[in-house]
């Protein structure tokens, strides 16, 4: 096995540190950089790299986290169809807890709400066909490294004939939103730490349009202590030198060109679609949706009542995962919403922002900034 | 976004391998990664390898760590 | 043997298949002198000298066979461990079993066997008992309620109240083997050294009570692992306790599965582990004795409860580095996440 311990070996976290501040010292000024992916934010938060960063750096978390940014609409819809008689829904833990507009699948489980939960898209496959007189709907969320995984166990159903088992398709692609946030004045963006995993699938060459429209430094970075560090000071050095590419920090996974076999399938199955962010609005060519010849696959199309979504009153979360404020600014943190008791989606996912900060920066002193 | 955890494989069929991390073993798909091969360090998302981990540029990454530190500390 | 392969609705219903069930499979293996009596109450003799110490658990666990276990032999060794925690000496247990109607009458003798066997190595007797069948889908297989009655020896005083800012917490053993265990079942992964930890405590606390150590309160971490108990100790003493990672007794299997599913280690459920607070100079003794105990063999100190810090979380993580990283209630999380 590949040891993953120098990535974690205080000595090298050191140095990273100092090089850091090294470099930024030579420039002589502060850097906003954002940490697109939620797993960057957990990882963040659990080493406590952003205290150790200090003033000069500061790192916004983005709307990486594929729950957080999935709207309450979806829940609500997938409530709706896990109540439709013979149906049982599958779905990621991540999603359990999320509230919708009325409950989570959690409570509504307790509802009467057929619902599993399970590690992998085939583990609800084997579910369907091991139930052939029930229709398993999964709850198909994630960005572009889980989409073609959905996409696969489509294959797989397709190719073991089991015939029950549906989707309710919220994928997301990364791409659209780095695009406005890119464009966005108000956030004043010195460059981007790139999603490690969703690359090993899509290529880094899909984000070189961060250099080549908008100018902005960016880095595929890994997901250890060393690896997010790296990213930062990669991130630093093209600030300081004005210089503006995408860096592969991550070489040991990433390359330039995508993964072509999981492009095909993702291709077969899923084509792009205007798609609503939480907290952003609809994002043009941001969500992936079934052809319309996996339509029989399809339970987003099943005629159900889905009530007009309620928002949570006060949670902030949508700024949040644009990265125009800081969970501490939300004044529901911390307060009326806490990882128990989760008002907005950013708390509930281990990597949503709020959570983390809940977590990890809450008696570190974290000001606001 | 996406946790993926790599794990070695240690066989392999057509569709499927079992692979391996720290003595626990799972049976994954193949279906986005066919070219895995016996002794392949993958990366394993939600049951399925995405990805080969290349030892040779991890080692340039962590030469690459150590030529920081030499910097930062000149002894 | 007239039993079928399948419990039925009438094996709960009080005639001739109770009275079969009973007496074909039951009691050939629980056989004692107060439960052959068959009479509505155990009546046991004079309590021994001491406090009594009573405890109830119910048992729900799915799967309800597991590499190195079974609902069985966990319902005696959790109620066992229950008393052995508070420093009581397990006595006498009452187990209740709901079947639901299918069940495998094999799956039922697996788990009848696991307790048995588990009342032996804790020297404890299964007393009295109950029956009962639900119509199908009314149940998840089989559902085991325990009480267990004990005695706290006179002059022992364990409990939260005792913790003291400085206080050495110990564990018995590696930590999560019972949860990992279980969530590898539940999400097809497997692995050879993969097993419960599930076993009686109480010839393991014994030892460590004889060894004379100032131990101040022990704990059993069943639900939410060492997480949770650190919590709850924490909210009785306000104190607060922080782990050392470095220390923390985990399996390289445990450790991947955990890795894997994104959970973690700490807040994985032991069925066969104890943490124990004590007097730091006491340390030394008391590891020595839980070593030299089958059991114990891999006792460590995994941290230390301190006094409160406003600007600390209640229970934290020391790293290799020094830092200190909070640990929630809800960090390790129960549910495998992909995020």
């Not at chain 1, 949503?352 to 570190?364: D, F, I, L, N, V």
């Not at chain 3, 364990?158 to 053993?173: E, K, N, S, W, Y």
């Not at chain 3, 930890?197 to 971490?221: K, R």
Request: charged share 25%; hydrophobic share 45%; with cysteine.
């Amino acid at each position: 096995m590949i040891s993953q311990e120098p990535f974690r070996d205080p000595r090298l976290l050191d140095s990273l540190f100092q090089a850091i501040r090294s470099e930024a010292e030579l420039a002589g000024r502060r850097f906003s950089f954002m940490e697109v992916c939620g797993t960057h934010t957990h990882a963040i938060a659990e080493a406590g790299l952003r205290r150790r960063l200090g003033p000069q750096v500061r790192l916004i978390s983005g709307p990486g986290c594929p729950v957080c940014v999935t709207p309450v609409e979806y829940l609500d819809r997938a409530i709706a169809l896990g109540r439709l008689p013979g149906v049982r829904l599958a779905t990621f833990g991540d999603l359990f807890r999320v509230p919708s507009s009325r409950g989570s699948l959690e409570t509504e489980a307790a509802e009467g709400l057929r619902v599993e939960v399970v590690y992998s898209p085939r583990d609800a496959l084997t579910l369907a066909s091991a139930h052939p007189e029930e229709r398993v709907v999964f709850l198909a969320v994630g960005f572009e490294t889980t989409a073609p995984a959905i996409a696969a166990t489509l294959a797989e159903a397709d190719r073991l004939n089991v015939c029950n088992f549906y989707i309710w398709s919220g994928h997301k692609v990364v791409p659209p939103p780095l695009r406005l946030l890119a464009s966005d004045p108000g956030l004043a963006l010195d460059g981007l730490l790139l999603p490690g995993h969703v690359s090993v699938l899509t290529g880094w060459g899909i984000f070189e349009f961060l250099a080549t429209d908008f100018g902005l430094p960016s880095a595929v970075a890994g997901f250890t202590p060393a690896d997010i560090l790296l990213g930062v000071l990669e991130l630093v050095r093209q600030r300081r030198k004005g210089e503006a590419r995408v860096t592969n920090l991550y070489g040991r996974a990433v390359r330039r060109e995508e993964n072509a076999d999981a492009r095909r399938l993702m291709d077969r199955y899923f084509a792009p679609i205007d798609s609503d962010w939480r907290g952003m609005g609809v994002i043009p060519g941001s969500g992936l949706a079934l052809r319309p010849e996996w339509a029989e696959r399809d339970a987003g199309l099943w005629p159900v009542t889905v009530p007009e979504p309620i928002e949570p009153a006060g949670c902030r979360c949508g700024e949040v995962l644009k990265g125009a404020i800081s969970p501490p600014e939300c004044p529901l943190f911390a307060a009326a919403c806490d990882p128990d008791s989760p008002v907005g989606a950013c708390m509930v996912s281990s990597e949503g922002t709020c959570a983390a900060w809940y977590r990890h920066e809450r008696y570190r002193g974290e000001a606001a900034p | 976004m996406c946790l993926a955890i790599p794990m070695e494989l240690k066989e392999r069929d057509e569709y499927e391998a079992i692979v391996e991390l720290g003595g626990v073993q799972r049976r994954v798909s193949l279906l986005l990664f066919p070219e895995a091969a016996v002794g392949d360090h993958l990366l394993i998302h939600a049951g399925f390898a995405i990805g080969r981990v290349d030892a040779e540029e991890a080692r340039l990454t962590i030469e690459g760590l150590e030529r920081i530190a030499a910097q930062a500390r000149p002894s | 043997m007239t039993l079928p392969d399948r419990i039925l609705l009438a094996h709960g219903a009080g005639g001739r298949k109770t009275r079969e069930l009973i007496e074909e499979l039951l009691l050939p293996s629980l056989s004692n002198e107060f439960l052959a009596t068959l009479s509505d109450a155990a009546v046991m003799p004079r309590f021994p000298e001491g406090r009594p110490a009573l405890t109830t658990d119910g048992f729900v666990v799915d799967p309800p066979l597991f590499p190195g276990g079974d609902l069985g032999y966990l319902s005696v060794c959790g109620t066992v461990n229950d008393l052995s925690v508070a420093g009581a000496e397990p006595l006498w247990l009452t187990w209740s079993l709901i079947l639901e109607e299918g069940l495998e009458t094999s799956l039922l003798r697996t788990c009848l066997e696991g307790a048995v066997r588990a009342a032996r190595e804790a020297g404890v007797r299964i007393v009295a008992g109950d029956t009962k069948v639900v119509p199908k889908g009314k149940g998840d297989r089989l559902f085991i309620t325990t009480a267990g009655l004990g005695v706290v020896p006179p002059g022992r005083d364990l409990g939260d109240h005792r913790v003291l800012p400085g206080d050495v917490i110990l564990a018995t053993g590696p930590l999560g083997d019972h949860g990992a265990t279980i969530m590898a079942s539940r999400h097809g992964m497997s692995g050879a050294a993969l097993r419960s930890d599930c076993a009686p405590l109480n010839g393991l606390i014994a030892a460590l009570l004889a060894s004379g150590a100032e131990v101040h309160s022990l704990h059993d971490p069943t639900r939410g692992g060492a997480l949770v108990t650190c919590h709850e100790v924490c909210a009785r003493t306000g104190l607060r306790m922080v782990l050392d990672e470095a220390q923390l007794p985990v399996r390289a299997e445990v450790a991947a599965l955990c890795e894997l599913l994104g959970l973690a280690p700490v807040a994985m459920p032991c069925e066969g582990r104890a943490l124990i607070w004590l007097k730091e100079s006491d340390a030394p003794r008391a590891i020595e004795a839980l070593r030299s105990h089958p059991l114990g063999r891999w006792a460590c100190a995994i941290g230390r409860a301190e006094a409160p810090r406003k600007d600390r979380s209640p229970v934290a993580m020391r790293t290799p580095t020094g830092e200190e990283r909070p640990l929630d209630l809800r960090a390790g999380a129960d549910l495998p996440r992909i995020c």
